[in-house]
């Protein structure tokens, strides 16, 4: 009898014991669950507040750069000019908030990898993990940059082709950045370099000389390098470029970090692929067609002879002013205005020649002391579940002097009927 009274305490117990372990796991399932809305609350209201900020800084700007001596006009034209660039500064800015608020901490990378060659190329061209200073130390991305920068037998043409097909074609931030590097390069070596070139090679072949008669025919601007090669160098330059417009659309933003999902903050609903940089397809076409127009008229008039002297130099005149044409893609290469101009985000490659979110410069750990200044998150579990334990007793009739005060058991008792 006393053994059978000692087993049924002893199922009791028991049953009061996995009651209590019942209600602490869904008290802890609550306060889980009542953290990640409150922390949601706060995030959109914290967020919609800085929206209203943030839209204050164009009345603000204007009102900085006012001046009652400028002309209405010019004064009409500068407060045009900042309205027309504030939505996408904003934009910018936003997300930017956006992440750092309600950002996801880590990426979700594939597992398939490239071949050894395509990721070596890639890892020592575009990093994932270095800045400029750090790749300036690596000599595969020097002598890639120097080559890329003669002017000569199109081989500048030729090293954006092999980079065109080793770089990551499905993401939007390397078609992008490959138009705008391309294109700047193509100011520099068939603009500015190539009009160098030029001078100093009609010095040497006029002035040099000290002759009555000069030899340019065969030592000017363009008349040492094959026209048809160089002509097959011009042409892919234009086809590479033309090629990644066209994949511009069917690209991905790899680079672009995801939210938690307590802010609704989408970029990339309201824009094109590319941004702004899609209104330079335009141009770029137009300059092609008015340069090409020109060689085509040259030719026509020297009985379409490509080894003609007079072919050779106005080809590379031709080359010189498209490459000056190219201007406005430079302007594009400038970090600041590239990220708001284009909205894309940076993206690099690691080791394995995978794209992935461009990190920056690996920066070494913080000590402990500084580990606390990061942001915090909104909300912690403990404070929720204080919250949660002031809001029952609020609703039970008791006193609450805040929510995020822990009432303590003086105050539960002093507060208890």
């Given at each position: 009898m006393a053994g059978h009274t000692s087993l049924q305490m002893a199922n009791a117990m028991e049953g009061?014991?996995?009651?209590?372990?019942?209600?602490k796991q869904r008290l802890d399932n609550l306060v889980d669950e009542f953290s990640g809305l409150l922390e949601g609350l706060l995030k959109k209201k914290l967020y919609k507040l800085l929206s209203i900020v943030?839209?204050?800084?164009?009345?603000?700007?204007?009102?900085?750069?006012?001046?009652?001596?400028?002309?209405?006009?010019?004064?009409?034209?500068?407060?045009?000019?900042?309205?027309?660039?504030?939505?996408?500064?904003?934009?910018?800015?936003?997300?930017?908030l956006a992440v750092t608020m309600d950002g996801k901490v880590t990426q979700d990378l594939p597992e398939v990898r490239g071949c050894i060659c395509c990721a070596f190329l890639r890892y020592h061209l575009y990093p994932f993990d270095r800045g400029f200073w750090g790749r300036f130390r690596d000599p595969v991305w020097i002598l890639f940059t120097l080559i890329g920068l003669l002017?000569?037998?199109?081989?500048?043409?030729?090293?954006?082709?092999?980079?065109?097909?080793?770089?990551?074609?499905?993401?939007?931030?390397?078609?992008?950045?490959?138009?705008?590097?391309?294109?700047?390069?193509?100011?520099?070596?068939?603009?500015v370099i190539r009009s160098l070139m030029g001078y100093f090679m009609y010095l040497n072949c006029i002035t040099a000389p000290g002759q009555a008669e000069d030899n340019c025919a065969t030592n000017g601007p363009g008349s040492v390098a094959p026209t048809a090669l160089v002509l097959v160098g011009y042409v892919l330059q234009i086809v590479l470029v033309w090629i990644a417009f066209v994949l511009l659309p069917f690209s991905s933003k790899k680079g672009r970090s995801a939210l938690t999902g307590h802010l609704d903050q989408s970029p990339d609903s309201a824009n094109m692929r590319g941004g702004y940089i899609l209104y330079l397809l335009g141009y770029d076409l137009l300059t092609f067609i008015v340069c090409s127009g020109t060689l085509i008229y040259v030719l026509q008039l020297r009985e379409w002879l490509l080894d003609d002297w007079m072919v050779k130099h106005a080809f590379f005149a031709v080359q010189m002013v498209h490459g000056y044409l190219s201007l406005p893609f430079f302007f594009f290469t400038i970090p600041l205005l590239r990220n708001i101009l284009t909205h894309t985000a940076p993206t690099g490659y690691d080791r394995s020649g995978r794209c992935r979110r461009y990190d920056g410069v690996t920066r070494p750990p913080k000590p402990a002391a500084e580990r606390g200044t990061s942001l915090p998150r909104v909300l912690e579990k403990a404070e929720a579940s204080r919250i949660l334990e002031n809001l029952k007793r609020l609703l039970a009739g008791l006193h609450v002097r805040d929510l995020d005060t822990d009432p303590g058991p003086e105050a539960r008792e002093a507060s208890s009927p």
């Open positions: 009061v014991r996995e009651q209590v372990v019942q209600q943030v839209n204050k800084v164009p009345g603000i700007v204007k009102s900085v750069l006012a001046d009652p001596e400028m002309p209405m006009r010019l004064q009409k034209a500068q407060d045009a000019a900042i309205d027309a660039v504030w939505p996408d500064v904003q934009q910018e800015i936003m997300w930017e002017p000569v037998y199109g081989i500048s043409p030729g090293i954006f082709c092999v980079i065109f097909l080793v770089i990551d074609k499905t993401d939007e931030f390397q078609l992008v950045s490959f138009i705008l590097e391309f294109k700047g390069f193509q100011y520099l070596t068939q603009g």
